[in-house]
């Protein structure tokens, strides 16, 4: 794995529609491995964080955040990510640490394409299976570049914020030293009950889903 360096830092000031206001320092590079924009956002006391994880104290937060244009931005309810990414803000601003902008849209299948496979998920396919019978694998996602920015930002000994137990394997295969993967909450919507069911049932997934009433 080729070595990215970090091409630009610029300071952002959120804040979201619910009133939560953070800035963030974000973070363009150079030299990864795929041809996506891909950003880090370094949230709250990053540098301190980085820097005592450096003098062998505790890991710094951060969370791979796969894009997903419909749910980050549009407040989908068919999936869990708008409010995964607004929790991420807020707890790894509380820590320090980096939000991984990953532009793998649709577990790497693109926008389009998974618009078309929530169409075969209303013709009773799960998500898994609908990536399948568009002839795209399960979830296409290689985490090479989030190696490459933890490396380019200095932050290769982390927390993770994720339930998705493939995120924390092939980052620990590509060389990261994951020292513990932290769950997110659970966001249950009316309508991604199925979608959030099929992650623990097929994925792994460490998420705790309350039964049906
Ligand atoms: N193909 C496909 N992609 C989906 C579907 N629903 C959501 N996605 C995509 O799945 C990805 C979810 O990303 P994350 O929230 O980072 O990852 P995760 O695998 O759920 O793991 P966590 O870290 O626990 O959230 C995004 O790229 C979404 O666009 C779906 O039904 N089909
Ligand atoms: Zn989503």
Redesign the pocket.
Known sequence: MDDATVRSQVRIPLRLPDGYATTADVFSFAGLADAGEHVAFGLGDWAGARARAAAGGPAPLVR?????LT?DAFGSQ??D?GP?LREALERIGATGGFVLYLR????G?GLYA?LE??AL?DAGLD?YE??VALGHGEDERDYTVAAQMLRALGADRVALL???PD?ASQLARLGVTVVESVP?GVHLSPANGR?LAA?VRRFA?TLHIPAAR
Do not use: D, F
């Open positions: 791979p955040h796969s894009e997903c749910g068919r999936c990510c995964q793998q849209e649709g577990r299948i998974k496979a929530y998920q998500t609908a990536n994720t339930n998705n995120k997110t979608y992650k997934h």
